[in-house]
């Protein structure tokens, strides 16, 4: 929860970087510092993590984070091809009754590299988002109550049941593809713009999605750093946005002081409407990463940002 008068503000401890341990301590420190949405570690096809790059499940992780935190909304990305609809299901509806109410359940198309360590397939793209559909679609019922038979590509169930939680789960979708954005309109409460914080490339996007839906997106953040620096680790962390030239991966990220950047948030959110900027911290070590939220924290009420 933000304090009184500050407009909303999400923050993303993700890329699997960080010790749980950590993940608990900045979840809790973003909390008191108001930010209105955590989002932690996703599912990950990297099965033999280096020393420095420990693998969580993330919906173990967010029902760790439910118990250290009180108000924030918290969330992290599943993909589809990593579930069974029905255990998915269930696995979101316990977790929303550990978090009172405050779980977001984002799903992401997510990519094919590395899943064969786990045994999964590796899909291509069109494939992703065709189970991407069936099992958004099978999970929202099931946590509605309702009892779901399934007859699909990828999403076979008989008269499957899961306890439905006390409060809904609201579906975030990342997305920013034509067929991933036909997902997004027909299931989601929240689209997550997976597109550089670029006016251009936003509304184009937008565009395609052809539905006004709350929307959230990301902002790469260094609050304190240098311009050339942040776009270096930008390119490392979000390679799926390699392909943008240097101009505009220098416009994608924040940089330089903490006044500036906050400005920035603000004016990405009224240009763009957004109903949440997610300050993207991947990467960061503890330490920087609680600075960063120190120095990004959403203004209190007559402080400018």
């Known amino acids: 929860m933000s304090p009184a008068g500050a407009a909303p503000l999400g923050v993303a401890f993700t890329g699997h970087w960080l010790r749980l341990d950590a993940l608990l301590r900045l979840a809790a420190r973003a909390e008191a510092l108001g930010y209105a949405l955590v989002l932690v570690d996703g599912d990950a096809g990297v099965a033999a993590p280096s020393a420095d790059r420990p693998v969580h499940d993330p919906t173990a ?3 760790a984070l439910a ?10 990305i599943h993909v589809a091809h990593f579930w069974n ?20 359940a984002l799903f992401g198309v997510g990519a094919a590299r590395e899943t064969h360590r786990l045994g999964l397939p590796e899909p291509g ?21 309702e009892t779901v038979t399934a007859n699909g590509r990828f999403v076979a169930l008989d008269r499957a049941r899961v306890t439905p939680p006390n409060r809904p789960v609201p579906i ?18 929240v689209w997550d713009a997976n597109v550089p914080p670029l006016r251009a490339r936003f509304e184009a996007a937008r565009a395609r999605l052809g539905r006004a839906l709350p929307t959230w997106l990301w902002v790469f953040a260094r609050p304190g750093g240098a311009r050339d620096d942040t ?4 390119r490392r962390h979000a390679p799926w946005f390699a392909e943008l030239p240097p101009d505009e991966a220098a416009d994608a990220v924040l940089w330089g002081e903490p006044a500036r950047c906050r400005a920035e948030l603000e004016r990405l959110r009224g240009e763009l409407g957004l109903a949440l900027p997610i300050a993207d911290l ?12 120190e120095a990004l924290a959403p203004a209190p009420a007559g402080r400018i940002p």
């Open 282 to 293: 991947a990467g960061l070590d503890e330490a920087a990463a609680s600075r960063a939220l």
């Open 61 to 63: 992780v967010v029902a």
């Open 85 to 104: 609809a029905a255990l998915l299901a269930r696995s979101l509806a316990t977790t929303q009754d550990l978090a009172a109410g405050r779980l977001v």
């Open 67 to 76: 118990r250290e935190t009180k108000r924030v909304q918290l969330g992290a």
């Open 172 to 189: 975030a979708i990342s997305a920013a593809g034509p067929r991933a954005l036909e997902v997004v309109r027909e299931h989601a409460d």
């Open 231 to 234: 776009v270096a680790a930008y």
């Open 125 to 145: 793209a069109g494939e992703r988002v065709a189970r991407l559909a069936e099992t958004v679609a099978a999970v929202r019922a099931l946590l509605r109550g």
